[in-house]
């Protein structure tokens, strides 16, 4: 494939797998998916990762972000995205290369939570804190706090759960797809 073809193909890969990605964050509308669907998104954005290079998959995330953010309502589900599920399944490839397991885990979970406080203030920002915390009266003073652990251990699961994404996408469906495009 020459070179003007392949940046063809690279730029027509980016765009679709971005659109697939927007389409996956629309679903944000659906209340008890806002969380979920910024997770999804980026590992749909990852798979460039695992086809083309990096800076590509960066790209789409850019792409997507700037889309969701324009068109997406769900302010919270955008910054999610924004912050932390849109370039951490990217962003793992290089954090792996850690060796030490617990350093590598003190990694993903510290850049997981300064990621959710930036993201928390910037929607405190655009939003009422009563918004925000709609269902959790019930924990009065402590509702924050008790989010963000449960947060933390949502992360958790995700990350173990990506990398069984990860592994399931390498072996299985990349080389299938890797066969079509050649």
Same mark, same amino acid.
């Given at each position: 494939m =020459?070179?003007?073809n392949r940046l063809a193909f690279n730029v027509a890969f980016c765009g679709i797998v971005s659109?697939? #990605?927007v389409i996956v964050m629309f679903l944000s509308i659906i209340p008890s998916f806002a969380y979920? *669907?910024? +997770?999804l998104a980026?590992?749909? $954005?990852?798979? *460039?990762s695992e086809h083309l290079k *990096?800076?590509?998959a960066y790209l789409c995330y850019a792409a997507v972000g700037l889309i969701s953010f324009m068109l997406i309502p769900e302010v /919270? #589900?955008? @910054?999610?995205? $924004?912050?932390?599920? =849109? %370039? %951490?399944?990217? @962003?793992c490839i290089l954090i792996e290369k850690i060796r030490n397991k617990i350093l590598r885990f003190l990694v993903k979970l510290g850049l997981f939570n300064v990621a959710v406080v930036i993201a928390y203030n910037i929607t405190v920002l655009l939003l009422s #804190? /009563? /918004?925000m915390l709609e269902g959790m009266e019930d924990f009065g003073e402590y509702a924050v706090y008790i989010f963000w652990a449960i947060g933390n251990v949502a992360f $958790?699961?995700?990350?173990? #759960? @990506? =990398?069984?994404?990860?592994? +399931? %996408?390498?072996? *299985?469906?990349?080389?299938?797809? +890797?066969s079509k495009l050649k």
């Amino acid at each position: 494939m =020459g070179k003007t073809n392949r940046l063809a193909f690279n730029v027509a890969f980016c765009g679709i797998v971005s659109a697939i #990605a927007v389409i996956v964050m629309f679903l944000s509308i659906i209340p008890s998916f806002a969380y979920a *669907v910024p +997770a999804l998104a980026g590992i749909v $954005i990852w798979t *460039v990762s695992e086809h083309l290079k *990096v800076k590509w998959a960066y790209l789409c995330y850019a792409a997507v972000g700037l889309i969701s953010f324009m068109l997406i309502p769900e302010v /919270e #589900a955008d @910054l999610f995205y $924004i912050f932390f599920f =849109g %370039y %951490y399944p990217t @962003l793992c490839i290089l954090i792996e290369k850690i060796r030490n397991k617990i350093l590598r885990f003190l990694v993903k979970l510290g850049l997981f939570n300064v990621a959710v406080v930036i993201a928390y203030n910037i929607t405190v920002l655009l939003l009422s #804190a /009563e /918004e925000m915390l709609e269902g959790m009266e019930d924990f009065g003073e402590y509702a924050v706090y008790i989010f963000w652990a449960i947060g933390n251990v949502a992360f $958790i699961i995700y990350d173990v #759960a @990506l =990398g069984v994404i990860k592994q +399931a %996408y390498t072996r *299985v469906i990349k080389p299938k797809i +890797a066969s079509k495009l050649k």
